[in-house]
């Protein structure tokens, strides 16, 4: 009987600690870490970030940024579906200038010609609810991922 109830215990406390571990994990890391273009990051830019995912941009990219089904075929209007914002996408490929040009003035703007469901935000959003969007996106991707952004963005020509 002490074995069973000493073995319930440690398997209560391992789900516990595994449980603290995994949400330590998913947590985005503090804004003093983060930079977009060149400026520091802050916790109202993060917040005001989200706030604006959740409004303008989930509907498309998902509540977890996770994109649309099949993100990587094209839709029978031969344009891609949105694709997710987190680590499973391709959004830390790419150097926070594009980032927020596509995002200010349409995917065209980067290449030209492009045709996308996405629209363009300018007139919709201002500069800095832009810059809060793609900040509150890169906060949530992990280490790795931030990491290989910022050095994207480091080498971008006339990026920061």
């Known amino acids: 009987m002490k074995r069973r109830g ?84 391709h959004t830390w490929h790419h150097a926070d200038r594009p980032l927020f040009t596509i995002t200010r003035l349409g995917v065209s703007a980067i290449v030209p010609g492009y045709e996308s469901d996405m629209p363009a935000f300018e007139g919709i959003l201002s500069d800095d609810e832009i810059a809060a969007v793609l900040a509150f996106i890169k906060s949530t991707w992990p280490e790795r991922e931030r990491g290989f952004q910022a050095e994207v963005t480091a080498n971008d020509e006339g990026g920061s």
């Open 6 to 89: 000493s073995f319930t215990a440690a398997a209560f406390v391992a789900a516990i600690g595994a449980a603290g571990w995994i949400a330590a994990a998913q947590q985005a890391p503090d804004a003093e870490s983060l930079t977009f273009l060149g400026e520091p990051v802050t916790a109202a830019q993060l917040a005001l970030g989200q706030e604006v995912y959740a409004a303008k941009c989930a509907s498309c990219h998902g509540a977890n940024l996770e994109g649309q089904p099949d993100w990587r075929r094209r839709n029978e209007n031969g344009r891609m579906p949105a694709p997710p914002h987190d680590a499973s996408g």
